[in-house]
């Protein structure tokens, strides 16, 4: 019996049973279409030599053409939100951000769009950061570096938001073919964590001291806005305390290590074990896996 035809089975028997034994026809439904569901894949890989980490990372998962098409616009959102240097983990290492854009014009993207709406002074964070001369030394006129602009804000109806109904979000996000997102996992005061799904903030306007009010459930509204085809997260080194600005490397631990994902809560669950939690611990993950948006029990993924 294959795996269709054993959920067909399960579901006119669960039918069955559920007239007998009152369970709802619902559960049995559901929990059908949870046998039914493959393994979300987490590619996790330890290197000291950052790009090399990238590419192999990547290619456990299938190769970047596996997540880009030729002719794509690439959206890759790093964290460049902080005016600090690389070693003070504050933001996405210059290396892995480089990496990662020269493998999407590898796979053939049209056009690769590196931004980040930054905490600090978008100038000075883009430089110290270390992402400005990193990309900037890809000699390739598909690659644009740019700063976020204010006319390109879109106000837009959350259809699936909870607590957000309406916000503004980047145009370039919105509308670009491919989007992977490029976090650095650091501590956050309010949200215990902040990694992939936190990232996207660096995509929305409006004024984000009201989203950090009800963080967790906005967080994963935003979420149901723009989705991520890819997350890699930056745990080459990660701060430890005092996120998500840091700035002195005794909050910084070295870990050396890319974890990536088309599952963004998955990426996100794995990440939390570096700091000694569960995906669970985190209130935006478990919100995100009760609503669909991905796996956070790790026995229930396929780590490579």
């Keep these: 019996m294959d795996r269709r035809e054993f959920i067909r089975k399960s579901l006119q028997l669960g039918v069955a049973l559920s007239a007998v034994s009152k369970i709802p026809v619902f559960d049995v439904v559901q929990i059908a279409k949870a046998a039914d569901k493959p393994a979300p894949v987490v590619s996790v890989g330890e290197d000291a030599n950052y790009s090399k980490l990238v590419i192999d990372v990547i290619d456990k998962l299938g190769g970047m053409k596996k997540f880009v098409s030729s002719g794509d616009v690439v959206v890759v959102k790093p964290n460049i939100g902080w005016d600090r240097t690389p070693e003070l983990g504050a933001n996405t ?11 999407c014009l ?3 993207a ?11 002074e978008p100038r000075r964070s883009y430089k110290k950061s270390g992402i400005m001369d990193a990309v900037k ?14 006319h390109k804000y879109k106000d837009l109806k959350i259809k ?20 992977i997102n490029l976090p650095v996992a650091k501590h956050h005061s309010l949200s215990k964590l902040t990694i992939g799904m936190k990232n996207i903030m660096g995509v929305i306007g409006g004024t984000r001291g009201d989203i950090h009010r009800n963080l967790d459930q906005n967080l994963v509204d935003i979420n149901t806005v723009v989705k991520s085809d890819l997350t890699v997260v930056d745990a080459t080194r990660i701060m430890t305390r005092n996120g998500p600005a840091g700035g002195s490397l005794d909050y910084v631990t070295v870990k050396n290590m890319i974890i990536a994902s088309p599952d963004i809560v998955a990426a996100d669950s794995y990440a939390a074990t570096l700091f000694g939690k569960k ?3 985190l209130g935006f993950v478990k919100i995100a896996h009760k609503a669909g948006l991905g796996e956070m029990d790790i026995a229930k993924m396929k780590i490579l």
């Design 106 to 108: 590898d796979a053939g």
């Design 110 to 120: 049209a056009k690769v769009k590196v931004f980040d709406r930054s905490c600090n």
């Design 279 to 281: 995906g669970a611990d």
């Design 93 to 103: 290492h210059p290396t892995v951000v480089k990496t990662i854009v020269e493998l």
């Design 160 to 179: 699936n938001g909870v607590s957000l109904t309406k916000w503004s979000f980047y145009k370039d996000a919105l509308e670009a073919d491919k989007f």
């Design 137 to 150: 030394s890809i000699t390739d006129k598909r690659v644009q570096l740019s700063f976020m602009e204010n």
